[in-house]
């Protein structure tokens, strides 16, 4: 067997599950992991796939194009071998949730992913919801993994003072902590 990463973008509606995930089964293919977002009215997923060694990459794309159109999904494919192991399997790492909001512009995101690239800290997971408080609010919420050897207050002045520069009000939460405050506020 081997394993590939597929990817699916492209606009949004209902049924492109279905025909992505009979369209595997019927070349054989075991669906492992799976991610799938809606962004505005694009529809993004990610799959990765157990497939059989005699099913060729260039055969499976062209099934799976071939039944997304037949269903009338304006979708692209994109197949390579999936990567194996995780990004910090030779680290040691802790979960943080960081949290940013103010007046939405240009090079928001950026000014976070800056500090992080500079301590070699992964983010595995954005959110941002934009007009959430009011037409020009952003609010985005970065789930990352920061390794132990990383000076926690150090991080935090940077990205608090990146935070400012950009307008945005930011906190960073170990994700345990941001998760025990989150069932807190749920009764």
């Known amino acids: 067997m081997q394993k590939l990463s597929i990817s699916f973008l492209g606009k949004d509606g209902p049924g492109i599950v279905a025909t992505v995930s009979l369209a595997l ?70 979960p943080y949730v960081v949290t940013t909001d103010g007046p939405d512009g240009p090079g928001l995101i950026g000014a976070m992913a800056r500090v992080f690239a500079r301590h070699n800290i992964n983010i595995e997971n954005l ?25 926690i207050g150090r991080l935090n002045r940077e990205i608090q003072s990146a935070g400012r520069e950009v307008g945005l009000n930011v906190s960073m939460q170990h994700r345990d902590i941001f998760e025990a405050m989150h069932r807190i506020t749920d009764f």
Request: a negative charge.
């Open 127 to 151: 959110k941002a919801i934009l007009g959430h408080g009011g037409a020009n609010h952003a609010l985005f919420v970065l789930e990352v993994q920061v390794p132990e050897s990383v000076d």
């Open 25 to 94: 089964s019927s070349n054989n293919c075991n669906i492992t992991q799976v991610t799938q977002s809606i962004l505005g009215a694009e529809f993004a997923a990610i799959f990765i796939v157990e497939v059989p060694d005699d099913v060729t990459i260039d055969t499976l794309q062209a099934n799976l194009e071939a039944d997304l159109r037949k269903d009338r999904h304006d979708i692209s494919v994109l197949i390579r071998g999936a990567s194996s192991g995780t990004w910090s399997e030779n680290i040691a790492v802790q």
